[in-house]
């Protein structure tokens, strides 16, 4: 019983919050003399004796203590005397429990938050050193049009920014104060849980004791945003690693991202993208660990529900680094613009510009415009050739309103600069998606 009960070894990482919440609720307990002012101070400077002792040695870890509430209560009792007793009147563990956590995550939001803006603003810092760089852009892997790296970057930008909105949607549900819902039905006491919720910044104190003890949604928002936040860091670490193979080559990463191999002098490995694309395994799965732990629980409070705190933990440590190591990713690798320009040039990436030229220039109808450009690549292909290797002869033979203004259509520069529709990839619109950025984060004040 005493293993499989204690949650001690993790729930220690909410002291903070544990004396932060008791602090708050043993002032209002003075406040409305449910017991007195002089007990009210001795608790309190109490609370503060023990935070201290955290600080310096760390929490204690007496499994017979269970948790960290019996935890700091044990302690301010060998501190203080029996008027420790005093701080548990009107409260439970199941409201401080929900309380610390709440606080907890409120916190871990907040720093995610300030994490995801520095991957922003590095992201954005590249994008616009890149804003004109021409590589191949893809779908199904394969070449599809030439696109600008500026542009590629610009991508993920978007994905964090709605990462961050996420964040911040489970920030304005989470912040509703449990303190003095009690075990769940409320309590007799003459508690002020507008005094309590405004003392640790929540915004109100939650409706329904019922349901603030058992709600476990503010984790599991949490979670969701984690999850979905870590599978754009997979992708992105993704990219980097296929971009980093040396078939492609189209970038270097930095040293400190990197290891060597045991055995291979040459290898310079990719290992923390791997490590955050596999980071995001783990954090789906906290995800659904506690979706599954909570799907079948009645209400109110039920032990199953300390598992809560592991897969939060977990998740949020995991994508603490997954985040610091994109950001350092971003910001520090080196892109090879010649590689990638190269890479561009090759597997018929300007067809569809031909088509459009013919299209626009020729007043053909697009999808027979389409099937002439298909002969057009078949011919190249059978030769060997790019697009504009062909001779204008050779394209007349295909289609004879093709004349030599065509040639100016086929490099991968014209068709980026082509792509100038709101949110294309030409480099004008790819610096004005990287102004409308730095303005959204502050970067130029
Ligand atoms: N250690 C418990 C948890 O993390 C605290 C709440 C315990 N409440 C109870 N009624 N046993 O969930």
């Known amino acids: 019983m005493r293993e499989i009960n204690a949650s001690i070894p993790f729930d220690k990482a909410l002291w903070r919050e544990d004396i932060a919440a008791s602090k708050a609720h043993v002032a209002m307990l003075g ?10 101070t001795q608790i309190s400077d109490g609370l503060d004796a023990v935070a201290a002792e955290y600080e310096a040695n760390g929490v204690p870890e007496d499994w017979d203590l269970e948790d960290i509430h019996m935890t700091t209560e044990s302690r301010l009792a060998e501190l203080i005397g029996p008027v420790a007793g005093r701080l548990h009147t009107a409260r439970s563990r199941n409201d401080q429990v929900a309380t610390d956590f709440r606080l907890w995550v409120r916190s871990t939001v907040a720093q995610v938050d300030a994490g995801l803006e520095q991957l922003q603003q590095a992201l954005v810092t590249r994008a616009g050193e890149h804003a004109a760089i021409i590589m191949p852009g893809f779908t199904h892997l394969q ?5 600008t790296l500026g542009h590629h970057l610009m991508a993920y930008y978007e994905m964090i920014r709605r990462d961050r909105s996420r964040f911040a949607d489970a920030r304005s549900r989470l912040n509703e104060s449990p303190l003095g819902c009690a075990a769940l039905a409320g309590t007799g006491f003459p508690i002020d849980r507008d005094a309590t919720a405004a003392a640790l910044g929540f ?12 709600d476990r949604d503010f984790a599991l928002d949490y979670l969701m945003a984690a999850a979905q936040c870590s599978l754009h860091l997979s992708r992105l670490a993704e990219e980097f690693i296929i971009w980093a193979s040396q078939p492609f080559g189209f970038v270097r990463l930095p040293d400190t991202l990197s290891t060597g191999s045991s055995i291979m ?18 954090i789906i799965g906290c995800a659904t660990a506690l979706m599954v732990t909570m799907k079948g629980l009645p209400l109110a409070y039920s032990k199953d529900m300390q598992d809560d705190k592991p897969p939060v933990f977990e998740a949020a440590g995991l994508l603490g680094l997954s985040i610091a190591a994109m950001t350092g990713m971003v910001a520090d690798s080196t892109f090879n613009a010649a590689r990638m320009r190269q890479a561009a040039e090759l597997g018929y990436a300007t067809a569809t510009d031909l088509a459009d030229w013919l299209v626009r220039e020729a007043d053909i109808p697009f999808r027979e415009a389409h099937h002439i450009t298909g002969g ?19 394209l007349q033979a295909i289609d004879a309103r093709i ?26 619109q790819v610096r004005h998606q ?6 959204a984060l502050g970067m130029d004040l």
């Open 203 to 214: 915004d109100r104190p939650a409706a329904n004791s019922l349901d603030a003890v058992s």
């Open 403 to 428: 004349d030599a203004r065509v040639f100016a259509a086929l490099s991968v520069d014209a068709s980026v600069a082509s792509r100038a529709s709101y949110g294309g990839t030409a480099p004008e």
């Open 31 to 40: 406040a409305q003399q449910i017991i007195s002012s002089a007990d009210a």
């Open 434 to 439: 990287v102004a409308q950025a730095r303005k």
């Open 143 to 147: 070449t599809a049009q030439p696109v």
């Open 376 to 394: 057009a690549v078949k011919l190249a292909e059978s030769r060997g050739v790019a697009l504009d290797a062909l001779s204008l002869e050779e």
């Open 265 to 282: 002098p040459q290898k310079k490995n990719p290992d923390a993208a791997e490590l955050v694309r596999g980071h995001a395994g783990r």
